[in-house]
C-alpha cells in the first residue's frame, strides 16, 4: 500500500505529550484511506503514533485542538495502559467494549494528573440517548457515559456498564477490570440480540485510536499492518512506562531512506580527482526516529580546481561596491572612538568644558553636556560564507542569463575584495554531495589565508554538480567556524532551495537534518544566515533557519548587494 | 554602626527567602571567610533575591550593578564630575561599598565585557585592594566588604563566558529551580494563591521544563510562576494569566505556544 506522506503535521501534538509526561513520542501522519467516506481513525503502536493530516468528516471544533486531543488519548494510554491485552477467546463486540472501558480508565487516570483533559476531550461526546439501539449507538453511548458523569441514559446495558465501571474506582490502575467488566457486557448484548457489525465498526468518540495498539491479534501480517508494525517501536529516552508492551520492540536498523534507494559506493565520477581526499565523519539526524545516526555521512575535502583569475564580472554596479568598501574601511577602523559632548562619561570633554565655564561667566546657560566617553569597537565577526554548488546553480537568471553559479561567484568575490583590508577572519566554502558517503567540501579561501590570485583562480574554477545535502555540509563548515577564535561567529549560507540528495527519496529527512545542523551551529556559537536564491524556497529555508534568519531574493542578479548588505547588517 | 552614605542601600523588612538547600550557611561562612560568591543556576530561579535576604541577614547595605557590555571600568569604579566650576570624584558602586563595607552584587557578570572585569581582581584576592588610579588612590577594602556576582551558564554559554582568572577567585553555589513541594510554598506565599491553583501551576511549569533543549532554550521560572500568580490575583483569568506569563514570553515558535497553551488547559 502506498501511503502519501507529504502532508505536514505541527509538531505541536508531541512537545504536548512530552510536557504532560516526559516522554517522546513519534507522530506521522495516517494514511489516506482508498475510500474517503470510510471514517479513519487515529492509530498508535508504542510510541508511534499516527494521527489524520487533514480533518475527519463530521468532528466538530478546530483541527489542531482534534490533534491535541488524539494525541493527548494516546499519551494516556502510553502513560497508564499495561501489556497488550491478549485476545484468547473473545468476541468482536467483546474486544470493542473492552477497549472502550480501557479508554475510559485510562482517560480517568489522566485526568487525576491534568483535570483540564476533561474540557479538552469532552466536545467530541456527541452520543445521545435517543434513537435507535444499534451496537453502534450503544458503544458510543457507553463510551459518553463512561466519561461523561453528568450524562444521562435511559438505556439498562449503559447504565449497568457505568455502575460496574464506576464500582470498580478503587482498582482503575489495574487494567484486567476492563477485561472483566467488558467481557460481561459483550455477552449481555448478545443476549439482547443486538447485532454488533465488526467491519463496520468504527470507534466513537472521533478523537480515539483504533484500538489496534492495545491488542495482540494473532495474524499482524496483513499489509497494512506489516508496513505499521515495519516502523518498529523504540522509546528514545527517559521512563519506559510500558516496559512489557511490546515484543516487537526491535528498532528498525536500516532506514526507510537506505531500504528505498540502496546502498551506494561513492561515484567514481568525482573521486577521480588527483589527490586522495580526506573523509571527515558526520553524523546525520533521522526525524523519523527523532535521534542522530552517528558517523553516518562523510564529507570529502577536495582542492578546488584553479583557472585563470577573470574580473569581476558587472553583475554589481559600481556605486554598492564603493558602498561596501567605505563599510568595510569603517570596520577595518579599529581604533576606539571618542563620543563628545555627553551628559555622562567617563572623562571630561575639555572644548565642551572650556564652552561651558565660558557661557557662564558670561551670563548665559552652558551647555551641561561636557563629558566624553571612550568607545570601543567591535571586533568584525568571523565569516563563513558556505556556497550551495548543487547541479540546479548552473540554471540561468530568467531576466539576463547569467548563471546562478556565475552570481554566487561574483558575490563571494565582491565580499571577498571588500572586506581583505578589514579582517582575514573571512572563509569561503562550498560543497556538492553525492550520497551520504562523498559529501564534496571546497575552500576556496580558508580563514587567515590571503584573498589572492590563487583564491580568485580557485573561485573562477567553481563548478555546480550533483546534489546539496546541506545538513552535512552545515555541520562540518560549523566545526570549522566554531574553532575561530572571534566574539562573533557568523555562517553565511547561499542556497538556492531545499536540500536534496540521490539517496534520500522522504523530502523532509534532509529538511530536519539542516535544521538540526543549525539548531547544533547555535548552541556552538554561530549565528546562521541563509540568502535564499529561490523565492519559492521560503518555506523549507524559514523551516532550517528559523523565522529571522534568512532573506529570499527575488531577482537572482540581486545576490552580490544583498549578501554584502545582509553580511554588513549582522556585523554592525 | 554609621555608615551615613549607604542608609539607603540598608534593606529594612526581611526578604522573603526559602531555602532550596545549605546555602543560607554556605554563604554564611563564605562571608566569614571574606570569599567572593559566584551565584549559577537559571534565570529566574531566585539568586537575586537570595543576595537580597543574605544581604538583610548579615545586615549589610546591597550595592547592585546589573552589568552590559558597555559597562567600563569607571562605571565601577568611580570617576570626576564637574561640579560648579570645580571637579569632584564620585565614587562608583565597587568603590563605594569596598569604602563603605557594603556588599556588592554584580548582576549577571558575563554580560560586562571581559577586559572590564579584570578591575576588580586585586579585590578578590587575599590584597582585598582596589586601586584608583584616576585618584592615585590605592584603598583597602573595608573588612565587611563582599563581593558576590551571578551568572546563567545555560544561556549563550558558548558565546559569554567569564576569564578563567576571573572565575578562579570565586566561591560558587549552583541554584536550580526549586523542588514542587518548596515551588509551591513560595507560590503560595509569594501571590497568596489557592494551594490547589497553585499546585497546578507549578505542574504546568515542570511540563514547560520537559521541553528545555527540546525547541525551548529556558524553561519555566519560579518568578514567572509569580507573575502568573500576580495577575491571576488582580483578577486576570487563569489562562489567560497563563498565557500572557508563561507561555508567550518563553518562545515564539507556534507550535510550542499551541502545545504549551494546551497543557495549560490540561493543568486547569
Known sequence: ?572 | MSEGPLDAFRIQKEPYYQALADEISLFEAAYTARLPVMLKGPTGCGKTRFVEHMAWRLRRPLLTVACNEEMSASDLLGRYLLESGATRWQDGPVTMAARHGAICYLDEVVEARQDTLVVIHPLTDDRRLLSLPARSEVLRAHPEFLLVVSHNPGYQSALKDLKPSTKQRFGAIAFDYPSRALEIEILIHETELPRDLAERLVSMAEGARRLKGHGLDEGVSTRMLVHAGELIRGGVGVEAACRMALVQPLTDDPDLVSALNTAVRACL
Not at chain 1, 502510553?78 to 480508565?105: H, N, T
Open chain 1, 1 to 572: 500500500m502506498k501511503h502519501r506522506i507529504d502532508a505536514e503535521l505541527p509538531a505541536g501534538p508531541s512537545h504536548l505529550v512530552r510536557a504532560l509526561w516526559g516522554f517522546e513520542v513519534r507522530v506521522r501522519p495516517l494514511p489516506e484511506g482508498e475510500d474517503p467516506f470510510v471514517p479513519r481513525r487515529p492509530r498508535f503502536a508504542g510510541s508511534n503514533l499516527w494521527l489524520p493530516s487533514s480533518p475527519l468528516l463530521g468532528v466538530p471544533g478546530s483541527f489542531p485542538d482534534y490533534l491535541f486531543a488524539a494525541c493527548a488519548h494516546i499519551s494516556a494510554h502510553l502513560r497508564f495502559g499495561a501489556a497488550r491485552f491478549d485476545v484468547k477467546s473473545l468476541k468482536p463486540a467483546q474486544i470493542a467494549i473492552v477497549s472502550l472501558l480501557e479508554d475510559a480508565r485510562v482517560e480517568r487516570l489522566a485526568i487525576a494528573h491534568y483535570p483540564g483533559l476533561e474540557r479538552l476531550w469532552a466536545p467530541y461526546q456527541l452520543a445521545r440517548a435517543d434513537g435507535a439501539k444499534t451496537s453502534l449507538s450503544l458503544l458510543a453511548r457507553l463510551a459518553r457515559a463512561l466519561s461523561d458523569d453528568a450524562y444521562l441514559d435511559d438505556d439498562a446495558w449503559v447504565n449497568k456498564g457505568r455502575q460496574s465501571f464506576l464500582e470498580a474506582r478503587a482498582t482503575w490502575h489495574d487494567s484486567d477490570l476492563c477485561r472483566r467488566i467488558g467481557g460481561a457486557l459483550g455477552n449481555d448484548l448478545g443476549q439482547m440480540r443486538v447485532q454488533f457489525d465488526a467491519k463496520n465498526y468504527v470507534v466513537e468518540p472521533a478523537y480515539r485510536d483504533d484500538n489496534t495498539g492495545l491488542w495482540h491479534f494473532e495474524q499482524e501480517s496483513t499489509e497494512d499492518g506489516a508496513e505499521f508494525e515495519s516502523e518498529g517501536v523504540r522509546r528514545v529516552e527517559g521512563e519506559a512506562p510500558t516496559p512489557k508492551r511490546r515484543e516487537h520492540q526491535e528498532p528498525q536498523v536500516t532506514p526507510a531512506l537506505e531500504r528505498k534507494g540502496g546502498e551506494r559506493q561513492p561515484a567514481l565520477r568525482l573521486a577521480a580527482t588527483s589527490e586522495v581526499p580526506r573523509a571527515t565523519q558526520h553524523p546525520e539526524w533521522d526525524y523519523v526516529i527523532q535521534r542522530e545516526r552517528p558517523a553516518f555521512c562523510s564529507v570529502l575535502e577536495r582542492s578546488p580546481a584553479s583557472t585563470d583569475a577573470a574580473p569581476l564580472s558587472s553583475t554589481c554596479d559600481a556605486h554598492s561596491q564603493r558602498r561596501l568598501e567605505r563599510a568595510a574601511k569603517r570596520l577595518a577602523d579599529r581604533h576606539p572612538a571618542r563620543l563628545r559632548r555627553l551628559l555622562d562619561g567617563d572623562r571630561v570633554d575639555v572644548p565642551a568644558a572650556v564652552a561651558a565655564v565660558v557661557a557662564r561667566n558670561s551670563g548665559a546657560p552652558p551647555d551641561p553636556r561636557v563629558y566624553g566617553r571612550v568607545r570601543f569597537r567591535l571586533e568584525p565577526p568571523a565569516l563563513l560564507l558556505l556556497l550551495d554548488l548543487s547541479e540546479s546553480l548552473n540554471a540561468a537568471t530568467p531576466s539576463t542569463g547569467t548563471s546562478l553559479l556565475q552570481l554566487a561567484r561574483s558575490a563571494a568575490t565582491l565580499l571577498a575584495t571588500s572586506l581583505s583590508t578589514a579582517t582575514s577572519d573571512l572563509a569561503i566554502h562550498g560543497f556538492s554531495s553525492n550520497g551520504r558517503h562523498e559529501v564534496g567540501y571546497y575552500r576556496f579561501k580558508d580563514f587567515d589565508d590571503p584573498f589572492d590570485e590563487q583564491a580568485r583562480a580557485r573561485l573562477t574554477g567553481m563548478r555546480a554538480q550533483l546534489s546539496t545535502r546541506l545538513g552535512t555540509a552545515l555541520r562540518h563548515a560549523g566545526r570549522a567556524l566554531a574553532t575561530r577564535q572571534a566574539p562573533r561567529k557568523l555562517l553565511l549560507v547561499v542556497t538556492d532551495g531545499e536540500p536534496s540528495d540521490i539517496d534520500v527519496h522522504d523530502a523532509k529527512y534532509l529538511l530536519f537534518d539542516a535544521k538540526q545542523a543549525t539548531y547544533l551551529n547555535r548552541r556552538l556559537g554561530l549565528l546562521s544566515f541563509c540568502l535564499g536564491l529561490d523565492a519559492n524556497a521560503e518555506a523549507s529555508v524559514a523551516r532550517i533557519f528559523g523565522a529571522r534568519n534568512y532573506s529570499l531574493l527575488d531577482e537572482p542578479e540581486k545576490l552580490p548587494e544583498r549578501l554584502a548588505e545582509v553580511y554588513l547588517r549582522l556585523s554592525a
